[in-house]
C-alpha cells in the first residue's frame, strides 16, 4: 500500500519568482506624522509578502499614529526612531540603513518632509536618511495631507524641485479626507504603492543590466 501524499506539480522558479518578485531586494520604508500612517501597516505587509526585507524608520509626529511594535511585528525587523539610537554594528545609521537599500518609500510624506527633501534638511531620523540616500537607490513618496496644503505654491514649488531631482510620486488622490473636507490629499492605497515600487526596482534593474 502506498501511503504517499501527492501534493501536486513543484513549483519551478518562474512560479517562485510571481510568487515574491521583490525577493532579495531591501525596501527602507519611511513614515511621517499622518493619519494615513495605518496604511503604511498595509504596505509594510505587502512588501514583506512580496519577498522583500524591509526596514522601517519613523519621525516622532509618526508615532503619534502607529506603534514601531506593529512594524516590528510585520517586518520581523527592528525599527528606528531617532537618529541617536544605537546601531548593531556601531555604523552610521543614516549611512548604514541607505546604504543597503535597494529603494527608499516615505509613506505618508508630509507637506513637512517634502518641504525638508526639497531644502536639504536634515533635523531628524528620516529627513535625514532622505538626504543622505540621493545616489544610493531611488526615492519614491506617497503625498498625503490637506488639500489646501497639497495645492499651496510652496508645496508645489517642492514637488516639482523633487520631481526635477528624479524622486518617484504616487498620488496623492482625490477623497473624503480625515479634516472632513474632500480634494486631493489622500495617500494612495498601499496596493498601488507596491505596484509602483515593483516598477521602479525592475526599471532599475534594467539600468543596471546595461551598465
Not at 31 to 40: D, E, F, R, V
Not at 88 to 97: A, K, R, V
Request: net charge negative; with cysteine; proline share 6%.
Amino acid at each position: 500500500m502506498n501511503d504517499a501524499v501527492d501534493k501536486g506539480p513543484t513549483k519551478g522558479p518562474k512560479d517562485q519568482a510571481a510568487d515574491a518578485p521583490l525577493a532579495g531586494k531591501n525596501v527602507l520604508l519611511c513614515l511621517t506624522g499622518g493619519i494615513a500612517c495605518y496604511k503604511s501597516a498595509a504596505l509594510a505587509s505587502g512588501l514583506v509578502q512580496a519577498g522583500s526585507s524591509v526596514s522601517v524608520a519613523m519621525t516622532a509626529a509618526a508615532e503619534r499614529f502607529v506603534t514601531p511594535l506593529t512594524f516590528q511585528t510585520l517586518t520581523g525587523r527592528r525599527v528606528y526612531t531617532s537618529l541617536w539610537q544605537a546601531s548593531e554594528d556601531f555604523e552610521s545609521q543614516h549611512l548604514s540603513l541607505t546604504g543597503l537599500a535597494d529603494l527608499m518609500i516615505i509613506a505618508p510624506a508630509t507637506a513637512d518632509i517634502m518641504a525638508k527633501m526639497a531644502s536639504g534638511i536634515a533635523d531628524d531620523l528620516v529627513s535625514t536618511l532622505a538626504l543622505s540616500v540621493h545616489g544610493a537607490c531611488p526615492i519614491l513618496i506617497a503625498p498625503a495631507m490637506n488639500t489646501r496644503m497639497w495645492l499651496a505654491p510652496p508645496t508645489q514649488d517642492n514637488l516639482a524641485r523633487l520631481k526635477r531631482w528624479g524622486v518617484h510620486v504616487i498620488g496623492p488622490e482625490e477623497g473624503r479626507l480625515a479634516c472632513d473636507t474632500t480634494g486631493p490629499g489622500r495617500m494612495s492605497e498601499p496596493e498601488e504603492i507596491l505596484a509602483a515600487a515593483m516598477r521602479i526596482l525592475r526599471v532599475s534593474d534594467n539600468s543596471a543590466d546595461r551598465v
